[in-house]
């Protein structure tokens, strides 16, 4: 199945540049978090066209380090919605993966699987059971033990591009600003998300500040 890959470079925090300069990070032989999250999908022959969204200050400086014809630059919006919306508007094939920009560990196996789920679903995500016991608490109390069905989202994740492009328009329009695509389509559809379980290596890079 081909796919394009849509892989934000600005989060919630774009604006102070925080999550940019999370993505240039040098973490393997000088290779940026960024690159290393690109690499996976470039690499990989099903993936006809990969979307980065960055913030407007830094985008010609991305686009001049990749030379790749399978890469576009989008710029960002004000909001993690608005970048997606901007992104997904430059999508050409008919499924897309998104995925976060600073998660440089996902491993092909995982895209394998959520690729075999979306030859029959609208959407399909990562996700992993959380470690240890989950507490609901209201007003500093316990007021119950969560054990099972829960899980964590991880990205990618993975929609057929118009039923996403439509859940994303939807959101637009009632002011919705939800930092989870699958909660965004969970919000404003009824259409079952399919789950993979992922791995727990697949994490977001944290950056360490100087002290």
């Known amino acids: 199945m081909n796919y394009s890959a849509l892989i934000l470079a600005a989060g919630k925090k774009a604006a102070q540049g925080i999550s940019y300069r999370k993505a240039l990070a040098k973490i393997d032989k000088g290779q ?23 913030n407007s200050a830094d985008l010609q400086k991305l686009v001049q380090a990749h030379d790749s014809g399978k890469i576009i630059h989008v710029k960002s919006g004000n909001t993690r919605a608005e970048s997606v919306l901007l992104g997904l508007t430059a999508v050409g094939e008919d499924v897309v993966l998104i995925h976060d920009g600073v998660r440089p560990w996902v491993r092909s196996e ?36 969560v054990r099972r069905n829960y899980m964590q ?38 259409e079952k998300i399919a789950v993979v379980e992922g791995d727990v290596r697949n994490v977001r890079y944290v950056l360490k500040e100087k002290k």
Request: net charge negative.
């Open 32 to 54: 940026s978090v960024l690159d290393k999250s690109v690499s996976v999908f470039l690499n990989d022959a099903r993936c006809k066209q990969i979307v980065i969204v960055t």
């Open 153 to 190: 989202t991880q990205t990618p994740q993975a929609f057929k591009t118009n039923f996403i492009l439509k859940c994303y328009s939807i959101a637009k329009s009632l002011k919705l600003n939800i930092l989870d695509d699958a909660e965004l389509v969970s919000r404003v559809s009824d």
């Open 110 to 145: 995982y895209i394998d699987r959520i690729l075999e789920k979306m030859e029959n679903e609208q959407a399909c995500v990562l996700a992993i059971k959380p470690k240890g016991t989950l507490l609901q608490v209201e007003d500093g109390y316990v007021t119950d033990i």
